[in-house]
């Protein structure tokens, strides 16, 4: 069990404004979106304030549960085995005390639920062809 966690810290991890400097380098751009185990924040990169990344961080209500905890750190350790056209680099692992979360390539446009909502599938061949 790891230590419990200040409820200022959770705050701003978790309901990060525009502007505000995550892990000293990452400028939160806008909220993109929040999961079971996890928020993700649009962020200026700390060496180039043009470019923009993806920033997962772990809920860090969450951090207290070693089961969830070992499942972020599985998708980021295989996010770094894949390399293909149709899935986001991720760029760094980033540790603090009770937070965790990484940094990956930021794409525009949406979730794969936006497009499905947007022009449902109709058929086999059209769900390949967005996936793939």
Do not use: W
């Not at 751009?29 to 043009?50: E, Q, R």
């Not at 809920?59 to 972020?72: V, W, Y």
């Not at 760094?92 to 979730?111: C, D, H, K, L, V």
Request: charged share 25%; hydrophobic share 40%.
């Amino acid at each position: 069990m790891r230590s419990q966690i200040d409820p200022y810290l959770a705050a701003r991890y978790k309901d990060a404004i525009p502007g505000t400097m995550l892990f000293n380098k990452y400028r939160v751009i806008k909220k993109i979106g929040v999961g079971t185990t996890s928020v993700v924040y649009a962020c200026s990169h700390p060496l180039n304030a043009s470019q923009v990344v993806a920033l997962k961080v772990l809920k860090p209500e969450i951090s207290n549960d070693l089961k969830l905890l070992q499942r972020f750190r599985n998708e980021i350790h295989a996010s770094y085995r894949i390399s293909h056209t149709n899935v986001v680099r991720s760029y760094e692992f980033i540790r603090e005390p009770n937070i965790e979360a990484f940094s990956m390539e930021y794409i525009e446009g949406g979730t794969l639920d936006d497009v499905i909502k947007q022009k449902p599938v109709q058929n086999i061949d059209e769900a390949v062809r967005i996936v793939f």
